[in-house]
């Protein structure tokens, strides 16, 4: 199955976005009549046919529509701080998207050591990594925002931070509940200041272990997005 994406599906004749057209038509030889998926990003997989096979302008014609494709039983929400190189985030918006994600929030935290980001850059890594794992959910990926300011934002589910030490920590294994939604916070290479802690304790949020084992930032992300999957299979 060959996934190509475009946010607005709602015509039954549509034309591919100049990058998808050459990568349908000029990539993989695609011709007329030849069958391909479309997705929106928001859970509609359409199957369609092409009419035009200009590697420019490609045009389609959709041929059957199928909502909310693989719709996931639970949400998962993870805040992390953008790691000091840049290329270990991105790989853990590509595995995430590949395992199952909904929403990723870059937060500046005390010990961060990077406060800007290439957003634009990042999404093309989850709309590749969407595409190439077959999904029709595109995670949503939030602006960075300071972890103060990120505090005050509401979240109808349960809330869990992740740091390095304290006694009060539980494995995330044996606290989460299927099916709920989620929002794990996990830190910068220098983990969370005690300040921040406090914070997180004085909003609700559960302390949590993701193992015996000190992660970097971006695999303790990836395992915290690979326990609430696997506990929801």
Not at 107 to 129: G, Q, Y
Not at 154 to 160: I, L, N, R, T, V
Request: glycine share 4%; hydrophobic share 35%; net charge negative.
């Amino acid at each position: 199955m060959q996934l190509f994406y475009l946010n607005n599906l709602e015509s039954n004749f549509l034309e591919l976005p100049k990058e998808e057209s050459n990568h349908c038509i000029k990539v993989l030889r695609m011709g007329i009549g030849d069958e391909l998926h479309l997705t929106d990003g928001n859970g509609l997989l359409c199957k369609a046919k092409i009419i035009t096979p200009d590697n420019k302008r490609c045009t389609v014609e959709i041929t059957e529509r199928n909502y909310n494709y693989q719709k996931r039983n639970h949400y998962l929400h993870i805040a992390v701080a953008p790691t000091k190189n840049i290329a270990r985030l991105e790989w853990f918006l590509e595995k995430a998207t590949e395992i199952g994600i909904d929403e990723i929030t870059p937060i500046i935290c005390e010990h961060s050591e990077r406060t800007s980001i290439n957003m634009e850059r990042l999404d093309k890594i989850i709309v590749s990594a969407m595409k190439q794992s077959l999904k029709a959910y595109k995670p949503r990926l939030n602006e960075p925002i300071r972890i103060l300011d990120f505090l005050k934002q509401p979240f109808e589910g349960k809330k869990y931070v992740a740091y390095c030490e304290g006694d009060d920590r539980v494995h995330l294994k044996n606290i989460y509940t299927p099916t709920t939604p989620a929002l794990v916070l996990i830190g910068p290479e220098g983990d969370f200041s005690k300040q921040e802690v406090a914070e997180f304790i004085a909003n609700n949020y559960v302390p949590i272990t993701l193992g015996d084992c000190r992660l970097r930032t971006e695999t303790a992300a990836l395992a915290a997005c690979f326990f609430i999957n696997f506990m929801n299979e």
